[in-house]
């Protein structure tokens, strides 16, 4: 069975610093690739998705994330984080049956 | 142009009680899913519908019904609740026209058992 995992719980970072997210997941096929991300009270938002071509892959509000097959690796990527990306990240991998596997989630804080 | 709702955001119940989570979608999606997330759990899939008629069983099912009433709608039901089905639960639906699409999410219902 597919599996995805996240292997940050919390993350703390200050303000302008860089972020890197880790995810693996431990399908050898194709595989579609997703981050959401979960402010805080709120539902997911989609960042960013891979589905093929580019390995490198550009999302909202800065994000970018670089699909390694041979790492089986999906690690999501921003330069310089700000206080308003305090929330938590979830890494996903689409299932059997169209649904979504989730990573267990990374809880990053920012500090102002 | 609402997308995904769900219906109560919140509720406390007493264990024992039974309880419907509603889930209504307005993108002619075939495919609707129920989740629940929990603290250091991620999201886990508890039942979907491929389509208007059909359910399966998720990774969560025990404890849980869901009925596809129409493709808009897809509702959860707890028969008998108990505590470990404190959580949050989001329903979602996804489009298969044109090749995969990523699934919405609603806002999720907080719900608690006593």
């Known amino acids: 069975a597919q599996s995805v995992s996240q292997h940050n719980h919390h993350v703390i970072l200050s303000e302008a610093a860089s972020l890197e997210l880790g995810c693996n997941y431990s399908?050898?096929?194709?595989?579609?690739l997703f981050w959401y991300v979960q402010y805080p009270g709120q539902h997911l938002q989609l960042l960013l998705k891979?589905?093929?071509?580019?390995?490198l892959v550009k999302g909202i509000k800065g994000f970018e994330a670089e699909f390694i097959k041979s790492k089986f690796s999906f690690n999501l990527r921003k330069p310089s984080v700000q206080w308003s990306d305090t929330a938590e990240y979830f890494c996903?991998?689409?299932?059997?049956?169209?649904?979504?596997?989730f990573g267990k989630g990374t809880k990053l804080s920012v500090k102002p | 142009n609402a997308g995904v709702t769900q219906t109560p955001k919140f509720q406390v119940l007493k264990t024992g009680q039974s309880m419907t989570l509603q889930c209504a979608q307005d993108m002619n999606h075939n495919s609707m899913y129920w989740y629940r997330q929990d603290p250091g759990m991620g999201l886990r899939l508890i039942y979907y519908?491929?389509?208007?008629?059909?359910?399966d069983k998720g990774e969560v099912p025990n404890g849980y019904n869901v009925s596809r009433l129409n493709k808009r709608e897809f509702s959860l039901r707890l028969e008998s609740a108990a505590p470990s089905q404190t959580s949050v639960y989001f329903c979602a639906s996804r489009g298969d026209r044109g090749g995969w699409k990523p699934q919405h999410f609603g806002d999720g219902t907080r719900l608690s058992i006593l």
């Open positions: 519908s491929a389509s208007e008629g059909t359910t």
């Open positions: 891979y589905f093929s071509g580019d390995p």
């Open positions: 996903a991998v689409v299932g059997s049956q169209g649904n979504l596997i």
């Open positions: 399908y050898g096929g194709t595989v579609n």
